[in-house]
T-cell receptor, first 112, second 111 residues
Framework: DAKTTQPTSMDCAEGRAANLPCNHSTISGNEYVYWYRQIHSQGPQYIIHGLKNNETNEMASLIITEDRKSSTLILPHATLRDTAVYYCIVRGWNSGNTPLVFGKGTRLSVIA | ETGVTQTPRHLVMGMTNKKSLKCEQHLGHNAMYWYKQSAKKPLELMFVYNFKEQTENNSVPSRFSPECPNSSHLFLHLHTLQPEDSALYLC??????????FGPGTRLTVL
């Protein structure tokens, strides 16, 4: 799995958009970008994933650059409950028997 | 909320006890996992089941014994555990394109 780099921490005002960047310059052609988050003392939660096109679901949007070397997770209207550690993972689509490797992630603090 | 439930949510046991953790998924997935998450350590994959067959055992001590009676249920049987086994035990199931859906975890404390 390709390595990812994320900022250690970010703050976001409640109600504003949270934009979380991730660099993955060594991504290969068959690797997807996945985002998970983990709220303190809870299990990780899948958010979204993409290959090369931008994606949107009920939780977030994922913007992937044309060269696929970086991406941004966007939470359009952050709430206090979005305070968590966010993990960007790059992984081949058929990596099922290998563990998810969570790096240090970005600790997002949503502030009232 | 994720479609994966785990019971109990908290468990305290002595080193001579035998207990079991239960995981159930309502997502129609065919692959399920047990992970261990200790404080300040990365997520550790313990076991993988595909179509009820164990396909991965990452050198887990025999005091942890998994069981997968069907593709919706996964158990982790525990016996003669050590204090260092105290951790958050997470169950996950795998959907298409390798997305994994985690349960809330069982917080285990071994005294």
């Amino acid at each position: 799995d390709a390595k990812t780099t994320q900022p250690t921490s970010m703050d976001c005002a409640e109600g504003r958009a949270a934009n979380l960047p991730c660099n993955h310059s060594t991504i290969s052609g068959n690797e997807y970008v996945y985002w998970y988050r983990q709220i303190h003392s809870q299990g990780p939660q899948y958010i979204i994933h993409g290959l090369k096109n931008n994606e949107t679901n009920e939780m977030a949007s994922l913007i992937i650059t044309e060269d696929r070397k970086s991406s941004t997770l966007i939470l359009p209207h952050a709430t206090l409950r979005d305070t968590a550690v966010y993990y960007c993972i790059v992984r081949g689509w058929n990596s099922g028997n290998t563990p998810l490797v969570f790096g240090k992630g970005t600790r997002l603090s949503v502030i009232a | 909320e994720t479609g994966v439930t785990q019971t109990p949510r908290h468990l305290v046991m002595g080193m001579t006890n035998k207990k079991s953790l239960k995981c159930e998924q309502h997502l129609g997935h065919n692959a399920m996992y047990w992970y261990k998450q200790s404080a300040k350590k990365p997520l550790e994959l313990m076991f993988v089941y595909n179509f009820k067959e164990q396909t991965e055992n990452n050198s887990v001590p025999s005091r942890f014994s998994p069981e997968c009676p069907n593709s919706s249920h996964l158990f982790l049987h525990l016996h003669t555990l050590q204090p260092e086994d105290s951790a958050l035990y997470l169950c996950a199931s795998r959907g298409g394109t390798d997305t994994q859906y985690f349960g809330p975890g069982t917080r285990l404390t071994v005294l």
